[in-house]
């Protein structure tokens, strides 16, 4: 018998609406559910509201930036344990270091490379090497 599993739903935080679009639809091919905030404050609250199973944060984004709402969301025992890749323009060194240190679980850089993201991703929500059951 089959059970009806849903996709896991992928919070996308990012201003800038090109890259916005693009990363939803890259998402949703991928069958993920997405939700999306384009600030830090929206961030953190539907981190909190709609439990999303993984978080894809912007650093560069207004009133709270990517860093400050990484905290917030891994000092709430609520919202802790929901996965954050950390996404920024800046392929700087210092950058990365400072997120892993806000409590990101990984890091990538944009343009984002969709295959090697999806693979985190996967990583990330447990969906490794795990094969479709026929
Ligand atoms: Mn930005």
Excluded: F
Excluded at 87 to 108: N, P, Q, S
């Amino acid at each position: 018998m089959r059970r009806y599993r849903p996709m896991p739903t992928i919070l996308l935080v990012e201003d800038n609406e090109l890259s916005m679009d693009l990363m939803v639809r890259s998402l949703q091919r991928e069958g993920y559910q997405t939700i999306t905030a384009c600030n830090g404050r929206d961030a953190v609250g539907l981190a909190g509201s709609d439990h999303p199973d993984l978080i894809l944060m912007d650093l560069s984004i207004p009133e709270i930036d990517g860093w400050e709402a990484t905290r917030r969301i891994k000092a709430d025992p609520g919202t802790r344990a929901i996965p954050i890749i950390a996404v920024t323009a800046h392929a700087m060194e210092g950058d990365r270091r400072r997120a892993l240190e806000a409590g990101c679980d990984d890091y990538d850089t944009k343009p984002a490379n969709i295959p090697v993201l999806m693979t985190k991703i996967r990583r990330l929500l447990g969906q490794g090497g795990e094969a479709a059951a026929g």
